[in-house]
């Protein structure tokens, strides 16, 4: 079965100071991943998805076949940073549903 | 930019009633999904559709139904509401890689 886990519930870090939201997936196939962000009062929306290998925001995420791992990471934190993360992974082909999982809070404290 | 609206943000309901919640979108998209959000829990997927007229259990239907009878709306019912069901729903569209999220309803069940 498809699973993806965030360990964290909550991150707290320093402006300024590196983030790294972990992401750790289980899936037989060859997934597709993705991360998702939801800012306080707002929608939820995609933030990046591992084939664009681009970075948003100053975010990059690598996705690491080995170690089955697709982790966040943004080199200097900033205040509206701070939002609910979500790690997705496409079940399957095509137009199928995303399996998320539970979200890691990242609070940025000035 | 795609819209995806939901009918209410908020909704107050009795146990037992019967509850609609609506979803339109304006982009043409073909598939489109309901998730309930809980904290600690993140997003689940409830029910999907591919086209008109069509649908697919998510990971937990129980105590839910849908509707597609136009390509532009998707409809999660509650046929009789309970306590346990008061969450965050949120709907979402997509074609291709990328879903978009609608603004939630807040369903309480009193």
């Known amino acids: 079965a498809q699973r993806v886990t965030q360990p964290e519930k909550l991150l707290s870090v320093f402006k300024g100071a590196p983030v790294e939201l972990k992401c750790n997936y289980s899936y037989s196939g060859s997934p597709e991943l993705f991360w998702y962000v939801q800012y306080s009062r707002q929608r939820l929306q995609l933030l990046l998805r591992h084939i664009s290998r681009e970075s948003i925001k100053g975010f990059t995420a690598d996705l690491n076949k080995g170690e089955t791992s697709f982790h966040l990471k943004k080199p200097f934190a900033q205040e509206e940073d701070s939002a609910m993360y979500y790690c997705?992974?496409?079940?399957?082909?095509?137009?199928?549903?995303?399996?998320?999982?539970?979200?890691?809070r990242l609070s940025v404290i000035a | 930019d795609v819209k995806v609206t939901q009918s209410s943000r908020y909704l107050v309901?009795?146990?037992?009633?019967?509850?609609?919640?609506?979803?339109?979108?304006?982009m043409d998209h073909e598939n489109m999904f309901w998730y309930r959000q809980d904290p600690g829990l993140g997003l689940r997927l409830i029910y999907f559709s591919y086209d008109v007229k069509m649908k697919e259990k998510g990971d937990i239907p129980e105590g839910y139904s849908v509707s597609r009878e136009k390509k532009e709306r998707f409809s999660l019912i509650l046929e009789s509401a309970s306590t346990n069901q008061t969450s965050m729903y949120l709907c979402a569209s997509s074609y291709g890689a990328e879903a978009f999220f609608g603004q939630g309803t807040r369903l309480t069940v009193v």
């Open chain 1, 88 to 104: 997705a992974l496409r079940r399957g082909a095509g137009n199928t549903p995303l399996v998320f999982g539970k979200g890691t």
């Open chain 2, 13 to 26: 309901k009795r146990t037992g009633e019967k509850v609609f919640l609506e979803c339109v979108q304006d």
